[in-house]
Each structure stands twice: as C-alpha cells, then as structure tokens.
C-alpha cells in the first residue's frame, strides 16, 4: 500500500475555491479504482495550510490517477490558487499501531 501526502498552501482569498473545487471531486477520487481511502486536513494555526492524504493500493494504481483525466482537470484548475509550491510525499507503511 502506498500513502500519499500533499502539502498545498493557499491563498486566503482562494481557500473557499478549494474547498468548493474540492467536494466536487472527493468521491471521484475516492472512487478511483485502487484508491482506497481520501481526506482532507488543515493546518490548525495556518488554515490557508491544507494537506491531502490517501492510500493506493499500490504504485501502479496512484501513476494511472496522476495521468488520469480527472487528475490532470482537477490539478490544473488547483494550482492556479496555490500561495507556494505544493509538496508531495509516497511513502509506505511501516509500522501501524492500534
């Protein structure tokens, strides 16, 4: 299984946009096949901070929803109301504790 964990950064006046943009797309994400879980979290202090994080089934099912279509729409139409550059991690579980 492979986590992956997007930092992106907003501009204040571009926030509801996002969220707006955001719950647009959520279940077609969610419902991509080998995406196996999406959410949505916020910075506490700096909630222009947002982060998505997902799991894939594996490294073959998160490459075919990054040359997705409805990736490459969504991502185009995000970028443009960014306030920095987006960070992104894939990293496997290692430990898991209950």
Known sequence: MIVRLVKMEFKPEKITHFLDLFDQVKEEIRNFEGCEFLEL???????????????????????TYRN???????????????????????????????
């Not at 979290?41 to 490459?63: C, I, M, P, R, V």
């Not at 991690?89 to 209950?98: A, D």
Request: net charge positive; hydrophobic share 35%.
């Open 41 to 63: 979290l916020q910075g506490e202090k700096d909630t222009g901070t947002f982060f998505t994080h997902s799991y894939w089934k594996d490294t073959q099912a998160l490459e």
């Open 68 to 98: 997705s279509t409805l990736f490459k729409t969504t991502w185009a139409k995000t970028k443009v109301l960014f306030n920095a550059k987006p960070e992104a991690w894939s990293v496997e579980k290692f430990v898991t504790l209950h």
